[in-house]
């Protein structure tokens, strides 16, 4: 076993170490962006071009590839509850680095395996299984959740400042990224990626992470005695066996993955949709920025309010915003079409950030996290592989993306009126005989 106090001891630090733990945890998230839609988005229509892949097709593998990560994620939560954070999220950053090793090298494993369209396809698809597991699941997952055990009275404005970081750059990933693509190449961006944000950071996460207060001899918050929040959280957790029968679990794992499915078909085919509609690559790109300040402000906002109310009222408006960003997407050729899906998926896309991060934990208890983030994570990141294979099936059929951005609005007005209707307590406010009825 590691010991907490190797190489040095956390109590001793002249500040509360939880401020440590956020700095790694916000990293952790950021350095995951490899194995995330936006990061991959950008490599799309290169891989397209070495490995003679259809767009569909390609949308394909990336389909069972994700899908098929997404069947291992509730196990891997199970290993973040058994290892904790710190063996996990190191573990994960460098079999993150390996596979996008892999996939730098992929067309060229195809060529030396016969080249054909099938091989091709099944080489990317294993790619991207490796990447979004280890990357958009296990470190993400894990990155999230080992901050949550630090705070609890400023939990969701703690979260909150790491999601303002973490919202820009996600939004300006795709930017950079294509920069970084245009100057030194595909393959040598990838082998930057896996460098710096694999490797270099699993080192990092090693040594400076762990896994909660109470390990270190700290309290949560950074507080002296016990919090009575702290105790009625861990007393009232609950398992992942009675939160699947719990509707609230839900409708918010839904609402979080009809995000994933639509706003993952927008990032994957950002290009091809902008260009069915008469626009430049240039200005598909610059949707991200509009997209990013309107998510971070939305996010800081949400965050501060979030200690203060319950969860409801957020999930309600992120939904009408997603609703707002379908209507955009749809009317995308006109510049007002612009502006309403870049304020909707931005106001909420920084909604998701805060709802993502505390709903769990506030309904369901820290016992348990790990396997309940994780089942969620599987639904979240299943929906992010339906996504682009969707959109790109509706455009070959219907010869445009409109369609099936209204069938996502109609399941987003589904979801906004079941959010409306069903009664949401959160733990604080109920006992634990309540929540298992």
Same mark, same amino acid.
């Given at each position: ?38 990061? +991959? ?15 569909? &097709? ?48 992929? @067309? ?30 296990? #470190? ?39 920069? #970084? ?6 393959? &040598? ?13 699993? +080192? ?16 949560? @918050?950074?507080?002296?005695? @016990? ?6 959280? &861990?007393?009232?957790?609950?398992? #992942? ?77 992120? %939904? ?88 996502? %609005? ?12 069903? @009664?949401?307590? &959160? ?11």
């Amino acid at each position: 076993m590691i010991s907490v106090n190797w190489p040095f001891r956390p109590n001793k630090t002249p500040f509360f170490y939880g401020w440590v733990i956020w700095v790694f945890s916000t990293l952790g998230i950021l350095f995951s962006i490899p194995g995330q839609t936006m990061g +991959l988005a950008v490599f799309t229509d290169s891989f397209i071009e070495v490995l003679g892949l259809s767009r569909t &097709e390609l949308s394909l593998a990336y389909l069972l590839g994700t899908i098929g990560s997404s069947l291992f994620l509730a196990r891997a939560g199970r290993w973040y509850d058994l290892y904790g954070g710190r063996v996990m999220i190191t573990i994960a950053s460098i079999a993150l680095s390996l596979m996008i090793v892999y996939i730098s090298f992929v @067309d060229i494993f195809s060529k030396q395996l016969g080249g054909s369209v099938f091989i091709s396809f099944v080489l990317i698809m294993i790619g991207y299984f490796g990447v979004r597991f280890f990357g958009q699941g296990i #470190l993400t997952s894990c990155s999230r959740n080992v901050l949550l055990l630090w705070f609890v009275k400023k939990r969701g404005l703690v979260g909150g400042i790491r999601n303002v970081f973490v919202s820009l750059g996600f939004s300006l990933a795709p930017l950079l990224l294509a920069g #970084l693509i245009s100057f030194y190449g595909w393959r &040598e961006s990838l082998w930057i990626l896996a460098l710096f944000g694999g490797m270099g950071f699993s +080192l990092m996460a090693f040594i400076f992470i762990r896994d909660n207060p109470e390990s270190c001899g700290l309290k949560a @918050d950074g507080i002296i005695s @016990d919090s009575d929040e702290e105790i009625q959280e &861990e007393a009232n957790s609950i398992t #992942l066996k009675i939160v699947k029968r719990n509707p609230v679990f839900w409708i918010y794992s839904l609402s979080l993955s009809m995000h994933a499915l639509f706003g993952t078909a927008i990032v994957f085919h950002i290009i091809s949709i902008f260009e069915e509609v008469g626009k430049s690559q240039a200005e598909a790109f610059s949707y991200f920025i509009p997209a990013a300040i309107f998510s971070t402000t939305s996010n800081l906002i949400a965050s501060w309010f979030a200690d203060k109310i319950n969860l409801k009222p957020l999930l309600i408006i992120m %939904l009408l915003s997603f609703c707002l960003g379908s209507i955009g997407f749809i009317n995308l050729e006109n510049d007002w079409g612009f502006w309403t899906l870049a304020l909707g998926f931005g106001v909420g896309g920084g909604l998701w950030g805060v709802l993502s991060n505390l709903t769990f934990i506030r309904f369901f208890g820290p016992k348990h996290l790990g396997e309940i983030s994780g089942f969620s994570s599987s639904l979240t990141v299943f929906a992010s592989a339906i996504g682009p294979a969707a959109f790109s099936l509706g455009f070959d059929f219907f010869g445009n993306y409109a369609a099936p951005a209204k069938i996502c %609005l109609g399941f987003l007005i589904i979801l906004v009126l079941v959010a409306i209707i069903l @009664d949401q307590k &959160e733990i604080k406010n109920e006992s634990m005989d309540a929540l298992r009825s």
